[in-house]
Nanobody, 125 residues
């Protein structure tokens, strides 16, 4: 019902920058929080940053001051600007959105979480 498509991952040297983008599409009625999570090899998936529908951001301590999350409600997109990247930022990054969807022309299903397929970010010299 909802598809999240990420783009922008890749290989970057330490201290470099990358911008991740995620676009949501489908039978969308409304989108609540959107965010980015990451999973490094052998580790659990962890929160990177989230942003409310009103634009209030929340960051993991490990990325505060280096990453910036933003969203465009009109386009159903969320971006993650990553600066001063470190090797420990290497992971697969996943887009997440809490979305209420149209079940029929008159009925909206309660919101649930959707995930993108993930995009690899590698920070290495």
């Amino acid at each position: 019902q909802v598809q999240l498509v990420e783009s922008g991952g890749g290989l970057v040297q330490p201290g470099g920058s990358l911008r991740l983008s995620c676009a949501a599409s489908g039978r969308i009625f409304s989108i609540n929080a959107m965010g980015w999570y990451r999973q490094a090899p052998g580790k659990q998936r962890e929160l990177v940053a989230t942003i409310t529908s009103g634009g209030m951001p929340n960051y993991a301590d490990s990325v505060k001051g280096r990453f910036t999350i933003s969203r465009d409600n009109g386009k159903n997109t969320v971006d993650l600007k990553m600066n001063s990247l470190k090797p420990e930022d290497t992971a697969v990054y996943y887009c997440n959105a809490n979305v209420a969807t149209w079940y029929s022309s008159t009925y909206v299903k309660p919101a649930s979480d959707y995930w993108g397929q993930g995009t690899q970010v590698t920070v290495s010299s």
